[in-house]
């Protein structure tokens, strides 16, 4: 399989807009594409800061900056995205959602295109039945935030072909990725493991064992993580921690996987972590008082 030379991305939230900023950089022509015009103009203004701020710090060149957004475009139409030798989809973690969105790509995306989810839990296997090209359909999936984070884990679909798998491969190689490869069950390997301490972390809030900040330092402390269970839950979005707690519980199929209480109230709160300014914890900046 050739080379990838154009990539289509869909959704420009902070996985998309990530994933589009490294293809970009890595010489790939990117369309990024949302349906909120909002949402891409945001996405515009993060990569063009953040492709910036690489430039300033010596990590790109001027002219390796400039080359980079000279290769993406923004667009809300996806049949944009019809040229592309890669689509990866990174939209929001609802499999009917999703599967609409792959049953349209189908329909634009050339026929030799391969059509790859970011999503972090949802079965690729049924997304590739919606499609007429099950056998080019797999996960592709980042960690946040993408240009950062050095794992991309791979999940093979029922049907995804040996050739999907090494094209893919070969493109998370390209972009500077480790990959892991995983079969396609809820959550894979990362959010199996991840999203049930998450939820055991909201658990032992709920239950007032102890409070949020000695949570996040008893486990980056005790157990040398970077970030606590809570904060990092803030950072991946709480709506996200949410779908992916619902997709182990129905996909699993056991009790131990029932999302804590807390988590779905502050997400029925519209408390989604850092996205909104506040989750576990506040992010919003408390206005300076108006000096008399
Ligand atoms: P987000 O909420 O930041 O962005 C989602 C974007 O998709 C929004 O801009 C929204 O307007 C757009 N969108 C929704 N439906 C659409 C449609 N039908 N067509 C086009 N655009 C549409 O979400 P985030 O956090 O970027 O997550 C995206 C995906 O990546 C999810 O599947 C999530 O599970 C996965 N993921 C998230 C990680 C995280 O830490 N947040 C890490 C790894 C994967």
């Not at 949402?39 to 910036?52: D, P, T, V």
Request: aromatic share 6%.
């Amino acid at each position: 399989m050739a080379e990838t030379k154009s990539m289509g991305v869909v959704g420009s939230g902070q996985m998309g807009s990530g994933i589009a900023q490294l293809g970009a950089v890595h010489g790939i022509d990117v369309w990024l594409m949302d349906s909120d015009p909002d949402a891409l103009a945001r996405a515009s203004k993060f990569i063009s800061s953040s492709i910036q701020r690489l430039v300033s710090k010596g990590q790109l060149s001027q002219a390796a900056g400039t080359d980079a957004l000279g290769r993406l475009r923004f667009t809300p139409n996806l049949e944009e995205l019809h040229s592309a030798d890669v689509i990866i989809e990174a939209i929001v973690e609802s499999e009917d959602v999703k599967r609409k969105l792959f049953s349209g790509l189908d329909k634009i995306a050339k026929s030799s295109a391969i059509l790859a989810s970011n999503t972090s839990s949802i079965s690729i296997t049924r997304l590739a039945s919606v499609t007429s090209r099950p056998c080019q359909v797999i996960g592709m999936h980042f960690m946040n935030p993408p240009p950062i984070m050095k794992l991309v884990e791979i999940i093979r679909g029922a049907d995804t072909s040996d050739e999907t798998f090494n094209a893919t491969k070969a493109l998370a190689l390209r972009l500077g990725k480790t990959v892991i490869c995983s079969q396609d069950y809820s959550g894979f390997i990362v959010n199996r493991i991840l999203m049930p301490m998450i939820n055991e972390a909201f658990f032992t809030l709920y239950t007032g064992v102890a409070t949020k900040e000695d949570i996040d330092t008893g486990m980056k402390l005790g157990t040398n993580h970077p970030m606590g269970p809570l904060e990092l839950a803030d950072f991946i979005g709480l709506d996200v921690c949410l779908s992916i707690m619902k997709v182990l519980h129905t996909g699993l199929g056991d009790s131990k996987y029932a999302p804590c209480p807390l988590l779905v109230q502050y997400v029925d709160a519209g408390r989604l972590g850092r996205k909104r300014g506040i989750g576990v914890y506040e992010y919003r900046k408390v206005p300076e008082p108006v000096k008399p």
